[in-house]
């Protein structure tokens, strides 16, 4: 826009306050996006997808907190710029080799006129949906500021479906519910209850990465790319106009983020399609992150672990390496005069056990959980004892495991529970990681349960999310690839810092011997909490009935082996875990194979089939090898799955060993019903297969030399 123009602009809204409006579309041209000023000077965008509504009029803006000055209307445009931005890079792990970043941007900075201050709002439309962001630039007028509310607006079109959690600050480990807008308010209260956890702070409080499909055939992902220093993003639902709200996670006095001039906040992103799989394929909440900040990123390497882990979730043997909890603090009692309650898991001969089971059946890692004292006071919820990181307990040789390891040709990783203390773990950091540096541990697992100590912070507000990023570009400095689990839901971070090489931030197969998960959960994970990031799921279960493991324990897994077995191709994570007993393993080893041979690492992924909450098929090419892994997840009733393999190249000839369901297969009766059969294979095979409810498929496809 030439700068004649632009003054016009100005003059015109000065002089008579009337609207100013702007188009920008996608370089496909499909999506849409309506920016404009209303009369009252508030700013208002709108989103289509092939000239259907997304997003009706919404406005933008905030509520600046003790200031009366709120950010919100009054406004004048001081400039309208538009680019286009066309690159295609290249993860350092992913579900596929090659990202197109594409988009044709917009940026509208305003200039608030009874305050003198300028807000510039920044769009990129995409073929996959838009993003957009609040920039805050140097100047006289404003510096430090609370938000105390974000009025950003997600007006729906209608009474969609939606699969939601419940608005919680401090943990997304929910089942999903499946239900109209409409009907959010009337299931929340069941909704929490079901889960171990805390409250909403609305009845009609969901959290993001959210998926809405509306009755005309469109498929809609709200959520938030490159989360930091800032506070997470849920939704409020205005549930009469059908229109979603900001609603920013509060810190422990009740504001939102603090922000300094200059700044930026993450991006709102809306991805939009008329087919479900589109949300998949979608790298949108990647793209809107900035390039990789580590220079040297050759110790980023995805990781296929087993671990001394189930064993403790299904209560088959413990953490702690007492039962006396309030016997032991740090530095105050010899664990070697306190009465070991044998059942302690990360015992020297049985961690040796598991590092001969991944060495002889090639994984790359064995993670040890309770290797360090403290578990015992912390169950015994004593506010006085902290963990340090690095204290064995006397039956964990660190010394002979860690040449033991080596020896095997095996990787450890290390196991950080911080109880949720994190002054705590903060300062013990550098030392934490230095020890596992010395110890040979590339990676960490870290994991936040509980409440915030000490300040009783939300785990979502600014001041955790600060947290979980300064562990993360700290252990980047000591090479150190991190899995955190319960901290903040991932928003593409890791195009940033590839050593987040994981994260939970969901419900995870743990739930499945805390009473089980709903049998179509895995359906929807990769439509909402996958779309920031991979997902540390720890599939692989086989043995369902965790009463064999722990008779006090009746819990079920609700899913077949099949379905485990799928798991490792459409949960994608460049960090994979066998996460059942090596007995379980060794009774279906011919099961146990696909999880040796599937992949962590992808040249392209195909996405055959999709419906949230009901199936999603996925086809991925491994990156370095002609190998393909096929997985299909099966959420209601029974189906029948009909891909044809022309992703395979064409002319060459390939053998399929194919992994599905028995015929009497039921994720409850009989899960661990399953067939396996091998094809040969070419880009004109077609496969037709029964998946059930909870079940699946999994097919390995390697090339005929
Ligand atoms: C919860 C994590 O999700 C789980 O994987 C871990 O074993 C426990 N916390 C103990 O740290
Ligand atoms: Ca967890």
């Not at 079109?157 to 919680?168: E, R």
């Not at 040796?352 to 040890?368: P, Q, R, T, Y």
């Not at 095996?410 to 110890?439: C, G, P, W």
Request: proline share 4%; hydrophobic share 35%; with cysteine.
């Amino acid at each position: 826009m030439t700068k004649q123009i632009l003054s016009a602009l100005i003059l015109f809204s000065i002089i008579t306050a009337s609207a100013f409006a702007q188009e920008v579309y996608s370089p496909d041209k499909n999506v849409q996006l309506h920016f404009s000023l209303n009369t009252e000077g508030v700013p208002v965008y709108q989103m289509s997808f092939k000239n259907k509504v997304v997003i009706e009029s919404s406005r933008l803006g905030f509520k600046i907190k003790e200031d009366g000055q709120d950010l919100n209307d009054a406004f004048s445009i001081i400039s309208s710029e538009t680019s286009s931005f066309d690159e295609t890079w290249k993860p350092i792990w992913g579900e596929e080799s090659m990202i197109r970043n594409n988009y044709n941007e917009l940026v509208i900075t305003l200039n608030q006129n009874r305050t003198q201050r300028v807000m510039a709002i920044r769009f990129r439309v995409f073929n996959d949906g838009v993003g957009f962001r609040y920039e805050f630039p140097e100047q006289p007028n404003l510096g430090h500021f609370v938000i105390e509310k974000e009025l950003t607006q997600f007006a729906m079109t209608n009474d969609h479906t939606a699969f939601w959690i419940p608005g919680d600050y401090d943990t997304q480990e929910y089942d999903y519910v499946e239900s109209r807008l409409s009907e959010i308010r009337g299931l929340m209260a069941s909704a929490i209850t079901s889960n171990l956890s805390q409250t909403s702070f609305s009845p009609t409080g969901v959290q993001t990465s959210l998926l809405l499909k509306t009755d005309d055939g469109l498929y809609i992902n709200l959520h938030e790319a490159a989360l930091i220093d800032y506070s997470a993003m849920h939704l409020e639902l205005d549930d009469k106009n059908y229109i979603f709200n900001a609603w920013l996670t509060p810190d422990v006095q009740g504001d939102g983020p603090y922000m300094i001039a200059p700044s930026v906040t993450p991006w709102r992103t809306v991805i939009v399609s008329d087919d479900a799989k589109d949300i998949l394929a979608s790298r949108m909440t990647y793209n809107l992150n900035e390039p990789c900040k580590i220079e040297d990123t050759s110790w980023i390497k995805p990781i296929k672990y087993v671990g001394v882990w189930w064993e403790m979730i299904t209560g088959k043997s413990s953490w702690a390496y007492t039962d006396d909890l309030k016997a032991v603090k740090l530095g105050i009692t010899d664990y070697t005069k306190t009465k070991p309650n044998g059942k302690h898991g990360a015992n020297t001969p049985h961690v040796k056990e598991l590092i001969d089971f991944a060495s002889e059946h090639g994984f790359d890692g064995v993670l040890v959980e309770g290797w360090n004292i403290g578990w015992e006071d912390w169950f015994g919820n004593s506010k006085d004892y902290v963990f340090d990181f690095m204290t064995p307990y006397p039956d964990f040789d660190l010394i002979g495991i860690k040449n033991y390891a080596k020896e095997k040709g095996v990787e450890m990783i290390m196991h950080h529970e911080t109880s949720a203390s994190v002054r705590n773990y903060e300062r013990h950091l550098d030392q934490a990681y230095q020890f596992m540096k010395d110890h040979g541990y590339n990676s960490v697992k870290s994991g936040y349960v509980g409440d915030i100590l000490p300040r009783g912070e939300n785990h979502y507000s600014q001041w955790m999310v600060n947290h979980y990023q300064y562990a993360l570009e700290k252990a980047a400095d000591y090479k150190i690839m991190v899995n955190a689990h319960e901290a903040v839901r991932p928003t593409g971070i890791s195009r940033t810092y590839p050593n987040l090489i994981s994260n939970e931030s969901a419900r995870g197969t743990e739930y499945q011997a805390f009473g089980g998960s709903k049998a179509n959960h895995v359906t929807v994970l990769p439509f909402t909490r996958l779309i920031g990031g991979p997902m540390d799921y720890t599939p692989g279960i086989f043995e369902m009935d965790i009463s064999k493991l722990n008779p006090d324990n009746e819990s079920h897994v609700n899913s077949t082996i099949a379905n485990q077995l799928a798991l490792y191709v459409t949960m994608y994570s460049p960090l994979q875990m066998a996460a059942d007993l090596p007995e379980n393993y060794n009774r279906f080893l011919d099961a146990f194979q696909f999880i040796k041979d599937v992949g962590l690492d992808w040249e392209k992924s195909v996405y055959l089939e999709a419906e949230p909450g009901s199936y999603i098929t996925i086809a991925r090419k491994e990156k370095g090898t002609e190998k393909w892994f096929v997985g299909n997840v099966n959420g209601k009733q029974d189906r029948i799955s009909e891909i044809t393999l022309d992703f395979l190249d064409k002319g060459k000839k390939y053998i399929a060993t194919i992994y599905s369901d028995g015929d009497d297969a039921n994720y409850k009766t009989n899960p661990q019903s399953y067939k396996i059969k091998e094809l040969k294979v070419t880009s004109k095979s077609k496969i037709k297969l029964k998946s059930v409810e909870g079940g699946g498929y999994a097919i390995s496809i390697v090339q005929i030399k």
